[in-house]
């Protein structure tokens, strides 16, 4: 396990496998002196500025328009019966599941919901791989007005396994919870979840041949539960709402131009929100055809993304930033057989974690020459808690990131395109939701001024569920839902600085940690993307944080030259 090294000086270092400092406090000192070369703060006059507050323009659902997500679907079916997913497994041998064939698969299994005693309202947990029973069963408990919850499936049920335990905790927090799992893992999921819960097999929900025939009508205003982030514990139940989710599609729709004759690609899996949501039900909801890769095979190998792209000619894919980079050191490394054509791809967002600029950058050069769109790669933001993403930069090729400058006050930046920090600019907010920026407060504040993000809309969750305190803590007034993001709106296009709780101040001085973790994952020996910065609290009375550093290295570079460099260049 890795050791802190404490220097005598409000900057460390994490060694790896080492117990030594590399260098003394003198030497620290020497080089975190940043008296001579830290430029005087001005104050800023910013009375003049907008607030920071932006509408999207407005949303005229058309009459008509479905209310509930399995009548979209079944309307889909209905004007589109060809179209549906391509399913590649680990040998990448095609399953074609039309929307047609998921509409009659998914009346069967809310027929056997309904055989099983299971009632609208209730909570069914799926522990199921992603293949076509997954989206019977997942879209038979949205017909029956069941929430569906997906988890991922632990390797081994032990203690030990982060995964496991939080499908033990998820599993117990809820009373109205049965356990949907595939037939080999029944035993071992009520083995380790125990006699209280009620696991069942979702073969006995699809091999019965009766069907539901009734139309999609509920009560109940939720189509499904998304847990928060987090791979251990017990995280939130995010309440994710049928108006939502269709408002969400409709305004994305608009700002991104989808088209039914768009191809998607996904390889991420559906127990994350942008899967379930951002791809599979709007590519249902839009009639588009959905490829899906399995998620080892493109982590194992990255430029197989690259290369199904190309092959079935896909118009829209996303990832994470991690991704993007993976992709970049994988062509470094390696020369293609034949080249990937990616002329075809209108937009890959970038969503998830925070975009890195460099790492954008990176990605467009080394694919322009598949013929990669300038603007192809898309920053984007959102949270489960508002259906996934509300601002997307189309712009990417010439507006990537604003730069700016620290005045006086801490939080009011003076922007210019010389400035020492810089964030990427994650676009314009879609038609019918609303972000605003306000201080500790909840004051709006104006454009240029670091606050809350915070968010209204119909795509807002009307909460987590069964936690009085959380929804308390989130909801500050007025329908506003807050986001826990720090950021900032320039030209009414969201700027995000981190979390809340992810500021460092060291000696005064405000120090981000994605600004700070990107410089370091640039120094020649670190591994890009692993690396994370965190402050500690000092507890001398001075009101300041140590910044620690978090890397792994590539080994390529003695540690000792190695982490001089590290501080040299945080420095």
Known sequence: PAEVAIVGDPKLVLRQLMHLPTFDAVEMAAATDRSASTPALRKLDISSRPDAWVTGDPLPMPAGSPE???????????????????????????????????????????????????????????????????????????????????????????????VAQKLYNVAHNFTELTVVAEAGRVIATQQWLGEKKTVISADALLEHGERCEAAPVSRDPVAFLQLTSGSTGTPKAIQITHRGILHHVAASAIHNRYSSDDISLNWLPFDHVVPILTTHIKDCVLGIQQVQLPTVSVLNDPLLWLNAMSQYRVTYSWAPNFAYQRVVEALRQRTLLSAPDLSC?????????????????????????????PNAVQPAFGMAEACTCMTYNNDSDRVLSVRFNNTLDPAVCDVNDQGQHGFVDLGSVVPGVEIRITNDGNELVKEGVIGRLQIRGPVVTPGYLNNAEANAEAFVGDEWFNSGDLGFIWNRRLVLTGREKEMIVVRGANYYCFELEQVVANIPGVVPTFVAATGAALQDGSNSDALVLFYVSDNSVDATVLERQILARVA
């Not at 399953?95 to 009346?107: H, K, P």
């Not at 975009?355 to 990669?372: K, R």
């Open 68 to 162: 509930h997500l399995f009548a979209a679907l079944q309307q889909t079916a209905e004007r589109f019966p060809g179209r549906g997913l391509i399913l590649l497994d680990a040998q990448l041998n095609e399953t074609r599941f039309s929307y047609a064939q998921l509409v009659d698969a998914a009346r069967i299994a809310a027929a056997g919901f309904l055989r099983a005693g299971i009632q609208p309202g209730a909570i069914v947990l799926l522990q199921m791989p992603f293949d076509q029973r997954f989206f019977a069963v997942w879209w038979g408990a949205v017909l029956a007005g069941i929430r569906p919850l997906n988890v991922a499936m632990p390797e081994q049920y032990s203690a030990r396994n982060g």
């Open 345 to 373: 791809v209108k937009i890959l967002m970038n969503a998830g974690e925070q975009v890195l600029a460099p790492v954008v950058t990176d990605f467009q050069v080394a694919c322009e020459p598949f013929g990669l769109k």
